[in-house]
């Protein structure tokens, strides 16, 4: 935001950065939770287990350690050094939350710091430097420990608790929120891609990301890939495109989307490319027709004006100028591209549009209005 506040210093007009979506999700956020706390309980399993059974675990592949999200790695040397001193020490350590997924994996909620500190000193990433009370160890990697410390350090009991397949997404997402202790909680784009690893997350972060499919071209670069938002709004688009939205949303976007991530991940690898390959036509078709305007809110609603800009990229306008695209052949386009090209500002002006677009997002009543409107207007 800061960004765009010193943008809008020099272009009044001009908004460059996508809109925030914190208003859309709290949609969802107010539904009910999704079980009586006094008549049930979420299933969470107590669990000890040595570091070196833990860092078995990592060895096989059972410890998900995403990389999309290893920035939030903010630890120092010095942190690290001290984490395995207290291990040493033989001092308690704090619980590690992991949530299990359905092929026995297990993705780090809260620990990941202590996790990866572990993983790179056992396999000899960094020596002890700077010891507080063990200066005899001072310098020596974990290799180069006497015995009696190795085994020290293996034996040590890391107390678990973990989420097992059943408990609702809703409460993974409110345990990432409260519980995790390692800088900046991950948002919900990042917590689904970590959750939901696979197909849908390889998808999502190549058409972002690669310039073949044009969605920074096509968006003028006016979605941050902080915090995945670029991969948000494609994930939205995607997940109305391979759903009807009529029958299949029910005014949970949080839902809605996660379902679109599994439907990708059980795709075979046709069904991807093909994706692929509507996702880059849709790109380029909106881009040749909009332009650098394309997905994005104007700053006033009438283009003569002296203030009139461009604007910023709306998640809504996305999905439903991008269904409408994808939804319609190529020669009924090209055809017509002068009068849908007008058409779009009427669209931009249509009260009932901006309404859609702008407030009570996730509504299934706003979405079939926005979709229905687009449709009727554009084409």
Known sequence: ???????????????????????QETDTDKKPFPYDPTKADIDIREEKVSIYEYMRRYKRGLLKINPDYQRNLVWTPYQKIRFIESIVLNFPLPPIYLNQKVDGSFVIIDGLQRTNTLIEFTTGKFALKS???????????FGELPNAYQAKIEDKQLFLYILKPSVPISI?????????????????????????????????????????????????????AVR???????????????????????GDM??????????????????IVHLKTDFERVMRLTFEFFGTKNFRLPTTTAPSTANYGRGAINFSLFETVCYFFST????????????????FNVLLQDSTFLDAIKTSTNAKSKVISRFDTAKQLLG
């Open 254 to 271: 949080s839902d809605f989307v996660e379902k679109g991530m599994q439907k990708i991940n059980d795709f075979p690898d046709s069904e």
């Open 1 to 23: 935001m800061q960004e765009a506040i010193l943008m809008l210093d020099k272009i009044p007009a001009v908004i460059e950065f996508d809109e925030d979506t914190a208003v």
């Open 131 to 141: 010891l507080d009370k063990l200066p005899d160890l001072k310098d020596k990697y």
């Open 228 to 250: 995945m938002k670029d991969q948000e709004i494609i994930l939205r688009y995607l997940s109305f495109r391979w759903f009807d939205y009529k029958k299949d949303y029910t």
């Open 172 to 224: 993974v997402y409110e345990l990432f929120d409260r519980i995790n202790t390692g800088g900046t909680p991950l948002n919900k784009q990042e917590v689904r891609n970590s959750i939901f690893e696979g197909k849908a997350t390889i998808l999502l972060k190549e058409l972002a990301q690669a310039e073949r499919y044009g969605f920074q071209k096509a968006t003028d670069n006016g979605v941050s």
């Open 328 to 343: 319609e052949t190529d020669d009924f386009l090209i055809k017509n591209k002068d009068r849908i090209t007008q058409n």
